[in-house]
């Protein structure tokens, strides 16, 4: 019985070459758009998911802020809080501080800067479950002087050579370290990256022979904490006493600076995707990309599937004597749906067969465009196969079992009685309600993929406040010794020589970067303010006038004032934060940190520009100047060739600095690089929904096919009557038309709704203009009229008589 069915199905699809292609490719773009997207929605949720106690793991992260001002929220934490929170807490069982860096590593000839360096307890290989390849990690990480390197890192200094008990110099000074232990490479979804990990306590000596305190210290907030629990614990019994910890340890500190400091933990499974802290180890993703895709995903899919319903449904006229003819000879319902079944299935397995083909070797293409690591299909994983089996028995099924309840419902006597089916209306309002949903997705994503690229199209060509074109950068990683000054004078001199070099200007930080430094502080003369949160950023006296920032009052830093080692420089943020009344109020005022050092007095305002993306609101910074300590080069330049610019650029540092290496970069290539993630979701966006309309557009085709085979005789009257070419297209147009009318009613107000709440990611965004919402019903529209029109005009200059001759 079997075999026969098989036949049967096989000579059915044959048959109806066009449907059968509609079904089959329909289906594998839909399935194989799905299994693209699975598998990044996979290696987004994967991030830190290989620790093997990721459930008990937290970081502790913490919240400033003064009473009736707005929080501030940040990833890291003080020294202190991870030794006292093991001290004092049983729950929990271990407890590590790591201190990220960067600076210049070097092994015998070779040097190289580094930016991957972090300073940790112990305790870090024990809390996550990073491999070891090779030495003994517990000495690395607990003995002066020690250390372990990543197996890549080991390959780039040592090559085959064995790197255990070698001995490196890191950092300013030349700091040794002995290498004691290997580790293998942190993978790419953790949240956490390192290619160098020192033990803690030599940080405590390098601090502390400069005087500082790395310790016991409850003022320098810039390292990151993690607590393991203990199994069993309640990770809500411990927050519930981080208040209570904060009072005991900063209680006067608070009081006497009236602000608020409030721990609170994270899971460490939540960091990646749901967690916008300041200063995060590094860039996160972002939960609302991975619901998108989802989302896409299943519209995607559920638009095949309709597809499927549809075009079979439509078919039931024309199978209708095929099904009366069984009856008629003996065949049971439950017999006929096993028939139909078994070609659903067919077409399923073999739309699901080119999904997985395309999938696999679209991956690598996929993977690079949404950047990520997933060239591969995840064939070794039993919940993939899970997913591809749900695929199929959701075409198979779902989408085939309506079908195939209307087909075999004919009954035999109306059926052979008439050329019509008992059924030939049946179906026709679900296959209308089929169609319209289809063009509320559509819709709703050609508005999404409008909303996304004139959002990153805005954040792109913003006016940012400053000029950052035709800039070349260099990296200075120098260690700073007695001749640094003189070398450095006489390098910027150099540069000024090249004729396209019009400027050069020294900083701590550059456009496209988070403010690396923070300080609290409070105006002088308010010693009822408490201390805020404020960015401090080192510039020297060229900075404001070559990156064009607009002075707003007083004046920048320059050359006749010897006092400028005493001023600072707000933006406007930093006044209103502050609380002075207007910028010229805080001219002359003192700024104090939370230390007692005053960083000078305010000699200047200049107006708020974008350091950072759009996504982000303007930052309190005040800007310091002095002569030294500097990380970045900026050069001014009418580029003619940016390449021989940057060739000049590199062999003067090489002449002045020779033992030192640099890195370069185009600083308008820098900001943009903040946009990355952005554009690649916009990208995946845009693709997906080209594939979904053409999903669509593939049963929207097939079903117009049916309709107007159908209609041939009413046509050829028609015709006959007089009508012209454009009133049967219009006939045939006009009930798509007002299905997209009805889809339009129920896409826009979704669309405004998640298109508003995905732009309140950012801070700056575009608004949602009325021509947002109408241009999406236009192109529906618009891909209605044209996949129809090709089988409708085909069908209007028909000759009539081929259409009424047999009837």
């Known amino acids: 019985?079997?075999?026969?069915?098989?036949?049967?199905?096989?000579?059915?699809?044959?048959?109806?070459?066009?449907?059968?292609?509609?079904?089959?490719?329909?289906?594998?773009?839909?399935?194989?758009?799905?299994?693209?997207?699975?598998?990044?929605?996979?290696?987004?949720?994967?991030?830190?998911?290989?620790?093997?106690?990721?459930?008990?793991?937290?970081?502790?992260?913490?919240?400033?802020?003064?009473?009736?001002?707005?929080?501030?929220?940040?990833?890291?934490?003080?020294?202190?809080?991870?030794?006292?929170?093991?001290?004092?807490?049983?729950?929990?069982?271990?407890?590590?501080?790591?201190?990220?860096?960067?600076?210049?590593?070097?092994?015998?000839?070779?040097?190289?800067?580094?930016?991957?360096?972090?300073?940790?307890?112990?305790?870090?290989?024990?809390?996550?479950?990073?491999?070891?390849?090779?030495?003994?990690?517990?000495?690395?990480?607990?003995?002066?002087?020690?250390?372990?390197?990543?197996?890549?890192?080991?390959?780039?200094?040592?090559?085959?050579?064995?790197?255990?008990?070698?001995?490196?110099?890191?950092?300013?000074?030349?700091?040794?370290?002995?290498?004691?232990?290997?580790?293998?490479?942190?993978?790419?979804?953790?949240?956490?990256?390192?290619?160098?990990?020192?033990?803690?306590?030599?940080?405590?000596?390098?601090?502390?022979?400069?005087?500082?305190?790395?310790?016991?210290?409850?003022?320098?907030?810039?390292?990151?904490?993690?607590?393991?629990?203990?199994?069993?614990?309640?990770?809500?019994?411990?927050?519930?006493?981080?208040?209570?910890?904060?009072?005991?340890?900063?209680?006067?500190?608070?009081?006497?600076?009236?602000?608020?400091?409030?721990?609170?933990?994270?899971?460490?499974?939540?960091?990646?995707?749901?967690?916008?802290?300041?200063?995060?180890?590094?860039?996160?993703?972002?939960?609302?990309?991975?619901?998108?895709?989802?989302?896409?995903?299943?519209?995607?899919?559920?638009?095949?599937?309709?597809?499927?319903?549809?075009?079979?449904?439509?078919?039931?006229?024309?199978?209708?004597?095929?099904?009366?003819?069984?009856?008629?000879?003996?065949?049971?319902?439950g017999q006929l749906l096993r028939q139909f079944l078994l070609e659903s299935a067919l077409v399923n397995f073999a739309a699901l067969a080119l999904a997985l083909l395309a999938a696999n070797s679209l991956m690598p293409v996929f993977g690079r465009l949404v950047g990520k690591d997933i060239s591969f299909l995840l064939l070794r994983e039993p919940w993939f196969w899970g997913f591809v089996a749900l695929l199929f028995a959701g075409g198979a099924l779902l989408a085939g079992l309506y079908p195939a309840v209307v087909l075999s419902g004919h009954r035999p006597i109306k059926v052979l009685k008439s050329n019509k089916s008992s059924a030939a209306g049946s179906g026709g309002n679900l296959r209308k309600g089929l169609v319209a949903l289809q063009f509320v997705a559509t819709i709703a994503l050609i508005a999404g993929s409008l909303a996304i690229y004139r959002q990153i199209n805005f954040m792109r060509h913003k006016d940012l406040g400053v000029d950052i074109s035709q800039t070349l950068v260099l990296r200075d990683m120098t260690y700073k010794d007695s001749t640094y000054t003189e070398r450095i004078r006489s390098f910027e001199q150099e540069l000024l020589r090249h004729p396209d070099v019009r400027s050069v200007a020294a900083s701590g930080d550059v456009p496209g970067k988070e403010v690396g430094n923070s300080w609290s502080l409070r105006w002088a003369k308010s010693p009822g303010s408490g201390f805020k949160r404020f960015r401090t950023f080192l510039v020297d006296r060229q900075f404001f006038g070559q990156y064009e920032a607009e002075l707003i009052t007083g004046r920048e830093f320059n050359e006749p004032f010897e006092t400028d080692r005493q001023a600072t420089v707000l933006n406007e943020t930093a006044v209103r934060v502050f609380g002075f009344e207007s910028p010229e109020a805080a001219l002359g005022e003192e700024i104090l940190a939370a230390n007692g050092q005053s960083l000078g007095r305010v000699v200047g305002v200049i107006k708020d520009y974008h350091q950072e993306s759009l996504q982000f609101d303007f930052k309190p910074i005040c800007y310091y100047y002095q002569p030294y300590g500097y990380s970045y080069y900026s050069l001014k330049a009418e580029v003619s060739n940016p390449q021989e610019l940057v060739y000049f650029a590199e062999k003067q540092w090489k002449a002045h600095f020779p033992e030192s290496p640099v890195s370069t970069f185009f600083l308008d290539d820098f900001y943009e690089a903040q946009y990355q993630a952005d554009l690649r979701f916009g990208y995946a966006f845009g693709l997906f929904t080209l594939l979904a309309i053409l999903v669509a557009c593939l049963g929207l085709f097939g079903l117009s096919s049916f309709s107007v085979a159908q209609r041939t005789k009413e046509i050829g009257i028609r015709k006959v009557l007089g009508a012209s070419v454009a009133q049967i297209l219009m006939m045939l147009s006009k009930e798509y038309v007002r299905l997209v009318l009805a889809a339009s009613v129920l896409a826009l107000p979704a669309a405004y709704y998640f298109l508003g709440r995905w732009l309140d990611n950012y801070a700056y965004g575009i608004s949602l203009s009325w021509w947002f919402f109408l241009l999406p019903v236009i192109l529906a529209l618009a891909i209605a009229a044209v996949t129809v029109s090709y089988q409708a005009v085909k069908a209007a200059i028909r000759n009539p008589v081929e259409a009424l001759r047999y009837e």
């Open 1 to 333: 019985m079997f075999r026969n069915y098989l036949k049967t199905a096989l000579r059915n699809l044959f048959k109806n070459k066009l449907f059968s292609s509609v079904n089959i490719f329909g289906l594998a773009i839909g399935m194989a758009a799905c299994l693209l997207i699975l598998q990044y929605v996979d290696w987004e949720q994967s991030y830190d998911q290989f620790h093997e106690n990721k459930e008990r793991i937290y970081r502790i992260a913490m919240e400033q802020y003064e009473p009736g001002e707005a929080p501030q929220d940040f990833a890291f934490t003080f020294p202190a809080v991870a030794p006292n929170l093991l001290r004092e807490f049983p729950e929990v069982e271990k407890a590590v501080r790591l201190r990220r860096t960067g600076g210049i590593v070097a092994y015998k000839s070779q040097r190289y800067g580094e930016q991957g360096i972090v300073y940790a307890d112990s305790s870090l290989f024990e809390i996550f479950s990073f491999e070891v390849a090779s030495g003994d990690i517990k000495a690395a990480l607990s003995e002066p002087h020690k250390g372990a390197i990543s197996e890549s890192t080991a390959k780039k200094y040592f090559g085959a050579q064995d790197p255990i008990g070698e001995t490196i110099e890191v950092g300013t000074g030349g700091a040794p370290i002995e290498v004691a232990a290997v580790f293998q490479d942190i993978p790419e979804n953790s949240h956490l990256a390192f290619d160098f990990a020192f033990s803690y306590v030599t940080y405590i000596d390098l601090i502390a022979a400069r005087g500082g305190d790395a310790e016991n210290n409850w003022g320098w907030s810039d390292f990151y904490t993690y607590v393991m629990l203990r199994p069993g614990a309640d990770i809500a019994s411990l927050e519930e006493q981080l208040p209570a910890f904060a009072e005991r340890h900063m209680g006067e500190q608070m009081k006497d600076l009236n602000f608020k400091i409030h721990f609170f933990p994270q899971p460490l499974e939540d960091i990646h995707l749901h967690s916008k802290l300041a200063y995060e180890f590094r860039t996160t993703g972002n939960a609302r990309y991975v619901y998108a895709m989802m989302a896409i995903a299943l519209f995607i899919i559920f638009i095949a599937w309709f597809n499927y319903i549809n075009l079979s449904t439509a078919r039931s006229l024309d199978r209708a004597r095929e099904v009366g003819v069984r009856k008629v000879v003996g065949a049971r319902r």
